[in-house]
């Protein structure tokens, strides 16, 4: 049975840095193509970023340059580290594939920018 459990979120003040983890069971993260998702309140959930089985990234164009997906295979954990955050980063925060899997959403973490 495939599991995310996502962590790490908080309330930050804007410009400050947050690292999120995806902890993954069932699958192996290297062997797929992974995302970062987010969704804010009264929005559609979006895609964030994703990573390859290969390491290639590629990011939203609202977080490119500020966000960072890393993996570490040999804990088949996903990593999203976010800087200079904005308030219009405040959102839950999910892994999930690529292309997503309905069943294999987790909780989420809660990111908050706010002063």
């Known amino acids: 049975q495939v599991q995310f459990v996502e962590s790490g979120g908080g309330l930050v003040q804007p410009g400050g840095s947050l690292r999120l983890s995806c902890a993954a069971s069932g699958m192996r993260l290297s062997l797929n193509v992974m995302g970062w998702y987010r969704q804010a309140p009264g929005k559609k959930r979006e895609l964030v970023g994703s990573?390859?089985?290969?390491?290639?990234?590629n990011y939203a164009g609202s977080v490119k340059g500020r966000f960072t997906i890393s993996r570490d295979n040999a804990k088949n954990m996903m990593y999203l580290q976010m800087n200079g955050l904005e308030p219009e980063d405040t959102a839950v925060y999910y892994c999930n594939l690529k292309t997503p899997i309905r069943g294999y959403w987790g909780q989420g973490t809660q990111v908050t920018v706010s002063s």
């Open positions: 990573i390859t089985s290969g390491g290639t990234t």
